[in-house]
T-cell receptor, first 114, second 115 residues
Framework: NAGVTQTPKFRILKIGQSMTLQCAQD?????MYWYRQDPGMGLKLIYY???????DKGEVPNGYNVSRSTTEDFPLRLELAAPSQTSVYFC?????????????FGDGTRLSIL | DQQVKQNSPSLSVQEGRISILNCDYT??????FLWYKKYPAEGPTFLIS?????DKNEDGRFTVFLNKSAKHLSLHIVPSQPGDSAVYFC??????????????FGKGTHLIIQP
Protein backbone atom coordinates (compact mmCIF):
# COMPACT_ATOMS: atom_id res chain seq x y z
CA ASN A 1 0.00 0.00 0.00
CA ALA A 2 2.26 2.79 -1.25
CA GLY A 3 -0.35 5.59 -1.31
CA VAL A 4 1.37 8.89 -2.13
CA THR A 5 5.12 8.69 -2.72
CA GLN A 6 7.36 11.76 -2.78
CA THR A 7 10.99 11.94 -3.84
CA PRO A 8 13.49 13.10 -2.78
CA LYS A 9 12.97 13.32 1.00
CA PHE A 10 15.64 16.00 1.45
CA ARG A 11 17.45 18.36 -0.87
CA ILE A 12 19.74 21.36 -0.60
CA LEU A 13 19.83 23.76 -3.53
CA LYS A 14 21.86 26.84 -4.31
CA ILE A 15 20.10 30.07 -5.19
CA GLY A 16 19.19 30.09 -8.87
CA GLN A 17 19.29 26.31 -9.34
CA SER A 18 16.29 24.40 -10.56
CA MET A 19 14.80 21.06 -9.57
CA THR A 20 11.72 18.89 -9.83
CA LEU A 21 9.95 17.39 -6.84
CA GLN A 22 8.35 14.11 -7.76
CA CYS A 23 4.97 12.86 -6.60
CA ALA A 24 3.21 9.62 -7.52
CA GLN A 25 0.01 8.03 -6.25
CA ASP A 26 -1.34 4.53 -6.83
CA UNK A 27 -4.92 5.04 -5.60
CA UNK A 28 -6.32 6.07 -8.98
CA UNK A 29 -7.25 9.47 -7.57
CA UNK A 30 -8.29 12.15 -10.01
CA UNK A 31 -7.31 15.13 -7.85
CA MET A 32 -3.75 15.91 -6.83
CA TYR A 33 -2.29 18.84 -4.88
CA TRP A 34 0.95 20.46 -3.85
CA TYR A 35 1.25 22.25 -0.52
CA ARG A 36 4.12 23.91 1.29
CA GLN A 37 4.52 24.19 5.04
CA ASP A 38 6.73 26.86 6.56
CA PRO A 39 7.86 26.57 10.20
CA GLY A 40 5.03 27.17 12.69
CA MET A 41 2.48 27.58 9.91
CA GLY A 42 -0.26 25.55 8.34
CA LEU A 43 -0.02 24.05 4.87
CA LYS A 44 -0.65 26.38 1.93
CA LEU A 45 -1.86 25.24 -1.48
CA ILE A 46 0.57 25.86 -4.36
CA TYR A 47 -1.06 24.11 -7.33
CA TYR A 48 -3.67 21.45 -7.89
CA UNK A 49 -4.91 19.22 -10.69
CA UNK A 50 -8.36 17.72 -11.26
CA UNK A 51 -7.14 15.22 -13.85
CA UNK A 52 -4.51 14.47 -16.45
CA UNK A 53 -3.78 17.54 -18.54
CA UNK A 54 -5.58 19.96 -16.18
CA UNK A 55 -3.79 22.10 -13.60
CA ASP A 56 -4.61 25.32 -11.78
CA LYS A 57 -3.08 27.73 -9.31
CA GLY A 58 -3.63 27.63 -5.59
CA GLU A 59 -2.89 30.27 -2.97
CA VAL A 60 0.90 30.57 -3.43
CA PRO A 61 1.87 29.56 -7.02
CA ASN A 62 4.60 32.11 -7.77
CA GLY A 63 7.99 30.54 -8.53
CA TYR A 64 6.56 27.09 -9.28
CA ASN A 65 5.26 25.14 -12.26
CA VAL A 66 3.41 21.85 -12.51
CA SER A 67 2.35 19.36 -15.15
CA ARG A 68 0.02 16.36 -15.10
CA SER A 69 0.59 14.04 -18.04
CA THR A 70 -0.72 10.92 -16.27
CA THR A 71 -3.24 10.20 -13.51
CA GLU A 72 -0.46 8.86 -11.28
CA ASP A 73 2.19 11.59 -11.43
CA PHE A 74 2.16 15.27 -10.50
CA PRO A 75 5.68 16.80 -10.48
CA LEU A 76 6.40 20.25 -9.07
CA ARG A 77 9.11 22.33 -10.75
CA LEU A 78 11.20 25.12 -9.21
CA GLU A 79 12.91 27.03 -12.02
CA LEU A 80 15.03 29.60 -10.15
CA ALA A 81 15.34 28.61 -6.52
CA ALA A 82 15.11 31.44 -3.98
CA PRO A 83 15.66 31.38 -0.18
CA SER A 84 11.94 32.09 0.31
CA GLN A 85 11.22 28.66 -1.16
CA THR A 86 12.93 26.91 1.74
CA SER A 87 10.08 24.82 3.11
CA VAL A 88 8.63 21.35 3.45
CA TYR A 89 6.59 20.36 0.42
CA PHE A 90 3.69 17.93 0.63
CA CYS A 91 1.88 16.25 -2.21
CA UNK A 92 -1.65 14.95 -1.70
CA UNK A 93 -4.35 13.20 -3.69
CA UNK A 94 -8.08 12.55 -3.40
CA UNK A 95 -11.09 11.30 -5.38
CA UNK A 96 -12.40 14.84 -5.65
CA UNK A 97 -14.81 17.32 -4.17
CA UNK A 98 -18.11 15.48 -4.62
CA UNK A 99 -16.93 12.33 -2.93
CA UNK A 100 -16.39 13.95 0.50
CA UNK A 101 -13.31 11.82 0.84
CA UNK A 102 -10.19 13.16 2.52
CA UNK A 103 -6.93 14.07 0.88
CA UNK A 104 -4.10 11.62 1.45
CA PHE A 105 -0.62 13.03 1.92
CA GLY A 106 2.90 11.90 1.16
CA ASP A 107 5.68 12.21 3.73
CA GLY A 108 7.07 15.41 2.27
CA THR A 109 10.23 16.79 0.70
CA ARG A 110 12.34 19.04 2.93
CA LEU A 111 13.98 21.64 0.71
CA SER A 112 16.65 24.14 1.73
CA ILE A 113 17.80 26.94 -0.56
CA LEU A 114 21.20 28.38 0.39
CA ASP B 1 -6.02 36.92 6.77
CA GLN B 2 -6.34 33.55 8.44
CA GLN B 3 -9.58 31.82 7.52
CA VAL B 4 -8.92 28.84 9.80
CA LYS B 5 -7.56 29.56 13.25
CA GLN B 6 -6.18 27.28 15.91
CA ASN B 7 -5.45 29.63 18.77
CA SER B 8 -3.67 27.14 21.03
CA PRO B 9 -0.16 26.34 19.74
CA SER B 10 0.16 23.60 22.34
CA LEU B 11 -1.92 21.59 24.80
CA SER B 12 -0.78 19.25 27.55
CA VAL B 13 -3.17 16.55 28.82
CA GLN B 14 -2.76 13.72 31.25
CA GLU B 15 -3.00 10.18 29.88
CA GLY B 16 -6.52 8.80 30.21
CA ARG B 17 -8.18 12.24 30.34
CA ILE B 18 -10.06 14.04 27.58
CA SER B 19 -8.19 16.16 25.04
CA ILE B 20 -10.18 19.00 23.43
CA LEU B 21 -8.69 20.78 20.45
CA ASN B 22 -10.43 23.86 19.10
CA CYS B 23 -10.67 25.49 15.70
CA ASP B 24 -12.45 28.64 14.48
CA TYR B 25 -13.15 29.65 10.91
CA THR B 26 -14.31 32.82 9.20
CA UNK B 27 -15.48 31.69 5.76
CA UNK B 28 -19.13 30.65 5.81
CA UNK B 29 -18.67 28.95 2.41
CA UNK B 30 -16.64 26.11 3.93
CA UNK B 31 -18.68 22.92 3.58
CA UNK B 32 -16.41 20.16 4.82
CA PHE B 33 -14.02 20.09 7.75
CA LEU B 34 -11.22 17.70 8.54
CA TRP B 35 -8.73 16.97 11.29
CA TYR B 36 -5.28 15.70 10.45
CA LYS B 37 -2.63 14.34 12.77
CA LYS B 38 1.04 14.83 12.02
CA TYR B 39 4.13 13.22 13.49
CA PRO B 40 7.60 14.73 12.90
CA ALA B 41 9.13 13.91 9.50
CA GLU B 42 5.85 12.41 8.26
CA GLY B 43 2.98 13.71 6.21
CA PRO B 44 -0.39 14.64 7.73
CA THR B 45 -2.62 11.63 8.35
CA PHE B 46 -6.38 11.96 8.07
CA LEU B 47 -8.16 11.49 11.38
CA ILE B 48 -11.83 12.44 11.11
CA SER B 49 -14.08 14.75 9.12
CA UNK B 50 -17.50 16.35 9.27
CA UNK B 51 -19.81 17.77 6.64
CA UNK B 52 -21.43 21.14 7.26
CA UNK B 53 -24.86 19.49 7.29
CA UNK B 54 -23.98 17.61 10.49
CA ASP B 55 -23.07 18.79 13.98
CA LYS B 56 -21.28 15.69 15.26
CA ASN B 57 -19.25 12.81 13.91
CA GLU B 58 -17.75 10.03 15.97
CA ASP B 59 -15.09 7.45 15.21
CA GLY B 60 -13.86 5.37 18.13
CA ARG B 61 -12.06 7.62 20.61
CA PHE B 62 -12.40 10.65 18.32
CA THR B 63 -15.41 12.94 18.05
CA VAL B 64 -15.68 16.14 16.05
CA PHE B 65 -18.32 18.75 16.90
CA LEU B 66 -19.37 21.52 14.54
CA ASN B 67 -21.16 24.69 15.63
CA LYS B 68 -21.99 26.54 12.40
CA SER B 69 -23.54 29.56 14.05
CA ALA B 70 -20.35 30.14 16.03
CA LYS B 71 -18.11 29.02 13.14
CA HIS B 72 -16.36 26.72 15.56
CA LEU B 73 -15.36 23.09 15.59
CA SER B 74 -13.65 20.95 18.16
CA LEU B 75 -11.98 17.56 18.31
CA HIS B 76 -12.43 15.44 21.43
CA ILE B 77 -10.13 12.52 22.15
CA VAL B 78 -11.26 10.20 24.93
CA PRO B 79 -9.34 8.65 26.57
CA SER B 80 -6.06 10.27 25.57
CA GLN B 81 -3.16 7.90 24.96
CA PRO B 82 0.60 8.50 24.66
CA GLY B 83 0.47 7.74 20.93
CA ASP B 84 -1.87 10.70 20.50
CA SER B 85 1.04 13.08 21.09
CA ALA B 86 1.37 14.86 17.73
CA VAL B 87 0.50 18.09 15.95
CA TYR B 88 -3.17 18.31 15.01
CA PHE B 89 -4.29 20.41 12.06
CA CYS B 90 -7.79 21.63 11.45
CA UNK B 91 -8.61 22.05 7.75
CA UNK B 92 -11.59 23.29 5.78
CA UNK B 93 -12.75 22.95 2.18
CA UNK B 94 -14.85 25.49 0.31
CA UNK B 95 -17.76 25.01 -2.05
CA UNK B 96 -15.71 24.79 -5.19
CA UNK B 97 -17.29 22.50 -7.76
CA UNK B 98 -14.72 22.55 -10.52
CA UNK B 99 -12.65 25.25 -8.86
CA UNK B 100 -10.07 25.14 -6.10
CA UNK B 101 -10.62 21.99 -4.09
CA UNK B 102 -7.63 22.56 -1.91
CA UNK B 103 -7.84 22.69 1.85
CA UNK B 104 -7.27 25.73 4.05
CA PHE B 105 -5.28 24.74 7.13
CA GLY B 106 -4.88 26.16 10.58
CA LYS B 107 -1.42 26.51 12.09
CA GLY B 108 -1.80 23.38 14.20
CA THR B 109 -1.92 22.49 17.89
CA HIS B 110 0.84 20.41 19.43
CA LEU B 111 -0.85 17.91 21.75
CA ILE B 112 1.34 16.42 24.46
CA ILE B 113 0.01 13.51 26.47
CA GLN B 114 1.64 13.29 29.88
CA PRO B 115 2.00 9.84 31.48
Amino acid sequence: NAGVTQTPKFRILKIGQSMTLQCAQDMNHNYMYWYRQDPGMGLKLIYYSVGAGITDKGEVPNGYNVSRSTTEDFPLRLELAAPSQTSVYFCASSYGVKSNQPQHFGDGTRLSIL
Amino acid sequence: DQQVKQNSPSLSVQEGRISILNCDYTNSMFDYFLWYKKYPAEGPTFLISISSIKDKNEDGRFTVFLNKSAKHLSLHIVPSQPGDSAVYFCAARGLSGGGADGLTFGKGTHLIIQP
